[in-house]
Nanobody, 132 residues
């Protein structure tokens, strides 16, 4: 079992930046691939970014099309934390952002990470609001 707690959300103007954090507890955090999803009002939960598992602790990164070039996902296994750096924010980025730990390290790629059914554990979410 892994418990995930997000923080860092808030209100920011368009063009600004935020950095989300997700601290994990419970099972060995470094054993999981991790990522972020978001859900805007009235919309389905959408894949944002993921970082795959690696025996060397680095992993590859994957992004949703709408955030490529603006968001960066990283992890610090020593601190059991995954980050989402969000730059050049747009009003369309307004949503609740959820941290995710995936069920398997045997698969990779955007197709796997963007499928909500592959997520084993979810955080409670943190609100990000971008004003125009």
């Amino acid at each position: 079992q892994v418990q995930l707690v997000e923080s860092g959300g808030g209100l920011v103007q368009a063009g600004g930046s935020l950095r989300l954090s997700c601290v994990a507890s419970g099972d060995t955090f470094s054993s999981y691939a991790v990522g972020w999803f978001r859900q805007a009002p009235g919309k389905e939960r959408e894949f944002v970014a993921a970082r795959s598992w690696s025996a060397w602790g680095v992993g590859n990164t994957y992004y949703g099309e709408s955030v490529k070039g603006r968001f960066t996902v990283s992890r610090d296994n020593a601190k059991n934390t995954v980050f989402l750096q969000m730059n050049n924010l747009e009003p369309e980025d307004t949503a609740i952002y959820y941290c995710a730990a995936y069920a398997s390290i045997a698969y990779s790629g955007v197709s796997y990470f963007s499928d909500r059914r592959t997520v084993a554990f979810w955080g409670q979410g943190t609100q990000v609001t971008v004003s125009s």
